[in-house]
């Protein structure tokens, strides 16, 4: 079958060359444009009702619908004044990546498949376990992201500490800061709900560990088995880094699984100023750390390290003669490491982003994160009303709007309402979250073409929006 025209191809070709450079005109201003936008319910509908055609419509035609009805139609995470949620500030490189590593599409499961592509995932599995503190053999994979990789973390620690029969009396522990993922891994795994015991922090918003001692021991008396503790290197909402060190600690005394979720903090390590915030962690067996959040990368690229590369060979590995290979520390076949079989070379494009940056460069990204948190920290607790709730911590910073004479209920709605402001007005994005049951305003710096004039202008947009909010309040 003939399935693409000559003159198909040639439209495609010159589609494609301009598209190159209308993205790189896109990434040029991308500071003009609007952070987050409003839905375009007009092309949603269209999409909608187009349904799948029987006969095919022109290149053109499908090229430019999908340009209007969907690619611009969303939110841009990678907006320089994107402070909401974990922004996404992508790195063009990590772009070039995707569109070398989607148009050659090595299949990445096997090392045979496509050699040159485990070589660089196992060249940067190394590396990011070296920077960890992790011993010369240890291992892992890369997956979608920091659930998948806190799922096939969590497997391998269970099949590593428990038996069939023990699985039904097992505690995993938690904070109240951990993310969702990893009660959520945890359920799909098989625990219950009650086999996730949710530890309180302290008012730093960090683990406390004299209560997770306490918890193990009453599960113990119990006759529970207790098996894993997962502490957060960066937590979501503060960036707070958990005690690692006495983490570690309890979990060598009591036999028991220590996990760190770094999916969005264990790029800190990458910092040659900051690493020093997560002593502790090559104290861990595994590890997640997404790349698609504060290492630049386009979706889909997170790592899953283990001290023990058998420890996932032992869950996920279905030929047990693999075991030999992946202990001898040779070329791996990742579809013995984690859940899929078929897996793109989801890692390359980080490969090519380093390669052509180099990690001083990176580190200097990581710093600036940090820094633009602590300049929004000091505009903040500089305007009068204002308070700090957690102060900047690995480029994120909480804060409120509190008026004097103002109920807490009224507090939490008129910061709610300034994120609306602001978001609203495009310029910055800023959204809100909760901690100690108060609505707070969240600010997550992670993109290097963000200013410290951005930072300036956004902190007193804020502040002007509250003022708005305010004065609308009374009148
Ligand atoms: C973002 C995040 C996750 C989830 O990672 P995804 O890549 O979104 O699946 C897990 N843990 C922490 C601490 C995170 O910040």
Redesign the pocket.
Known sequence: MDLIRTEQKREMGELMKGFVDKTLDFYEAIKDREVARDMDEAALARLRSRGIPAQGRPVREVFEEMERDVYANQSLVQHPRCFAC?PSPVSLFSWMGDIMTNAYDPHAGSFLNAPGAGCVEQELIRWMCGLAGYPEHAGGLFVS????A?LTALTAARDAKLTYAEREDAVAYVSDQT?S??AKGLLIIGFRPDQVRSIPSDSAFRMRTDQLEAAIREDLAAGRKPFAVIA?A???NTGSIDPLEEIASICEAYGLWMHV?G??GASILVSKTRRSLLKGIERSHSL?W?A??WLMQTYGC?AVLVRDPQSLARSFAVHPEYLKDVSAGENVNFWDLGPELTRPARALKLWITLQIMGSDAMSEVIDHGCELAETAEEAIRRLPGWEIVSPAGQAIVNFRCAPAGMSESARDELNQRISREISAGGFAQVLTTELNGRKVLRICALNPAATREDMLKTVSLLDRCARKAIGRRSA
């Open positions: 974990v992201g920091g659930s998948m806190n993310h993922s990893v957060t960066g937590t979501t979720d999916a969005y997640s997404d698609h959040k997170s």
